[in-house]
């Protein structure tokens, strides 16, 4: 049902591709306090809620990541390679 990667890139230069699955994005929405289809609706794209979604998914890949606020510092940009962004719907 979701088929959603981020491309996670880092000061020092390295690079990983994650996977989003249900629980990650059940995560998101916990940490966040926002739906997924209202926090990446194309007019309501927030940095921060890229940010998140990056640092759940590098975390649920088995990496060790350090405090979200941390690890922000240490992240250059957080890509998401679906261009049609996660909904509820199902079917």
Same mark, same amino acid.
């Given at each position: 049902?979701? !088929? &959603?990667?981020? +491309?996670?890139?880092?000061? =020092?230069?390295?690079?990983?591709? &994650?996977?989003? /699955?249900? $629980?990650?994005?059940?995560?998101?929405?916990?940490?966040?306090? %926002? /739906? %997924?289809?209202?926090?990446?609706?194309?007019n309501n794209i927030k940095i921060q809620y890229l940010g998140t979604l990056g640092w759940i998914a590098e975390?649920?890949?088995? !990496?060790?990541?350090?405090?979200? $606020?941390?690890?922000?510092?240490? %992240? %250059?940009?957080?890509?998401?390679? =679906?261009? !049609?962004?996660? +909904?509820?719907?199902?079917?």
């Open positions: 049902m979701f !088929n &959603y990667k981020v +491309t996670v890139t880092k000061r =020092d230069g390295s690079e990983g591709t &994650y996977d989003l /699955g249900f $629980a990650e994005l059940c995560e998101f929405e916990e940490v966040t306090k %926002v /739906g %997924v289809p209202v926090a990446f609706r194309e975390k649920a890949a088995g !990496n060790t990541v350090k405090p979200l $606020a941390q690890w922000l510092k240490e %992240v %250059v940009s957080v890509d998401m390679q =679906d261009t !049609n962004p996660p +909904t509820s719907e199902v079917g």
